[in-house]
Structure formats: C-alpha cells, structure tokens
Antibody, heavy 120, light 107 residues
C-alpha cells in the first residue's frame, strides 16, 4: 500500500522556522519526483516546491523562494521542507505529493497533510 | 506566470446529471493539464492527466478534453460520491499552477 506520511507541523511565531518531513512507503521513492503543495484554511491548492528524483532539479514558487528549502533522502525514503522566516500567510495544510517519471503527468500520490500555523 | 481560471466556482447538480467544468489558461500549455477531486479534510486525488488520460482506477464517467488554453472535465452521470471540489492543474516552465477550484454541490 502506498503511503506518504507528513510530520513536523505545528504552531510557530512569525519569523520562526519549521522543518516538515514526509515518509514514503509502498512505492519506489527514488523513481518519483516529489512536491510540496499547501492549502490555506478554506482556500484552494498552491504548489510550493518540486524536487526531481535524484535531487538534480529543484524549483520553488515565488511566494516561498529564498525562505523554503526542499530536500530528499532516497536512502531513507524521505522528503523534507525547511521553512524559515515564516509569515502569517504561510499558514496552511502542507501536503507532500509524488509524481512518477520525468513527464509532468500530475501528482499520483498524496499524503494526508500536516497543519502549519504561523501566529503570535 | 500562467494563470488558471476555472468556471463555474460553484455548481449545483443532481444525481444523474451531466456536469462540465471549464479551465482556461492565460497562455498555451499544450496538453500539460491535470484534474483532481478533493473531498473535505482529505488530500486531492488525481483523476485525469495530460488533459484527457484517465488515471488508473478512476471511473469512466470522468473524462477530460482540450489543449492549448481551454480544457474541460466532464462527469457523464453524476454519482453521490462525486460531490466534491475539483481543481485543474497546469505545468509550464518547471512550475505548477492550480485553478481556484469548482465545488460541485447537491441541488
């Protein structure tokens, strides 16, 4: 069974930092590009960042560039998102999502999400 | 950046209805478009990829069409399990963008 399990969310003050993790199982993690997608309360989906299967290619949305860092450890089947200089507008459920192969065919697998709340 | 505009934002329909949701891109994205279904408190689920390819396990009542800047998701006969929010997603220049979503409600 495919599983993506996010962790590391919580309450943090503006300007603070948080590191999210996503543990993968049930599929060949190293064959998938991985992504973070977030959803603010009551709002739509927003792509945050992508990392290729071998970490060779990394991309960020403009809204998080310079503040967030995506990384992965294929030996541990894990994806990470280091979030620094957090703002109130970063408050959201953060999902990790996997996409097979190189062609942009959508995100096949999703985790259940972890809530990040940025508030004083 | 490419903007994705979905219409309508909300749709009221009955079981058995044929439902169509439109997604327009601010510039051509070829066929790099996916559709997702999301239910409250749950992660999105991939329905359609590359504009018209049905994801494995997704019922055949779902179909997608279009290319360039205009795309549609059609549910041929709405079922009780289909009441949810639907999002389109485009890929261009190493970035993904979602539409704002279409909520399909019970009429």
């Amino acid at each position: 069974e495919v599983q993506l399990v996010e962790s590391g969310g919580g309450l943090v003050k503006p300007g603070g930092s948080l590191r999210l993790s996503c543990a993968a199982s049930g599929f060949t993690f190293s064959s998938y590009s991985m992504n973070w997608v977030r959803q603010a309360p009551g709002k739509g989906l927003e792509w945050v960042s992508s990392i290729s299967s071998s970490s060779s290619y990394i991309y960020y949305a403009d809204s998080v560039k310079g503040r967030f860092t995506i990384s992965r450890d294929n030996a541990k089947n894990s994806l990470y998102l280091q979030m620094n200089s957090l703002r109130a507008e970063d408050t959201a459920v953060y999902y990790c999502a996997g996409a097979f192969g190189v062609a942009p065919l959508g995100f096949d697998y999703w985790g259940q999400g972890t809530l990040v709340t940025v508030s004083s | 950046d490419i903007q994705m505009t979905q219409s309508p934002s909300t749709l009221s329909a009955s079981v058995g209805d044929r439902v169509t949701i439109t997604c327009r891109a601010s510039q051509s994205i070829s066929s790099w478009l996916a559709w997702y279904q999301q239910k409250p408190g749950k992660a999105p689920k991939l329905l359609i990829y590359k504009a018209s390819s049905l994801e494995s396990g997704v019922p055949s009542r779902f179909s997608g069409s279009g290319s360039g800047t205009e795309f549609t998701l059609t549910i041929s006969s709405l079922q009780p399990d289909d009441f949810a929010t639907y999002y389109c997603q485009q890929y261009n220049s190493y970035r993904w963008t979602f539409g704002q979503g279409t909520k399909v409600e019970i009429k």
